[in-house]
């Protein structure tokens, strides 16, 4: 049974930061893709941020090209995003998923595994 557990959301004002963690466990983390999930007012997951597993390539959605960054050690079964510049659009519960293929998705519906949620919210 694989589990992930994010932290590090939090209240920020625009302009601030804040760097999301998720620690997996249950099997070999080098053997997931990660991507970072959120949800703000609608039902929709959409995707923020992917990352392969061994950490040398990336995705990102339009919206948090050039402010947000996707990062993994596997040596710490740990995947991060690193959130900088932020907006109140970017207020929102982030999730950590896994999946084991290593090709990009950015459907909900191919990623096994979630986190229960860290909430980030951007407001003065």
């Known amino acids: 049974q694989v589990q992930l557990v994010e932290s590090g959301g939090g209240l920020v004002q625009p302009g601030g930061s804040l760097r999301l963690s998720c620690q997996v466990s249950g099997r070999a983390f080098s053997n997931y893709y990660m991507a970072w999930f959120r949800q703000s007012t609608g039902p929709e997951h959409d995707i923020v941020a992917a990352?392969?597993?061994?950490?040398?390539?990336?995705y990102y959605r339009d919206s948090v090209k050039g402010r947000f960054t996707i990062s993994r050690d596997n040596a710490k079964n740990t995947v991060y995003l690193q959130m900088d510049n932020l907006k109140p659009e970017d207020s929102a519960v982030y999730y950590c998923?896994?999946?084991?293929?290593?090709?990009?998705?950015?459907?909900?519906?191919?990623?096994?595994?979630w986190g229960q949620g860290t909430q980030v919210a951007v407001s003065l």
């Open positions: 990352i392969n597993k061994i950490g040398d390539s990336t």
């Open positions: 998923a896994a999946r084991q293929s290593n090709i990009l998705s950015i459907t909900t519906a191919l990623y096994p595994y």
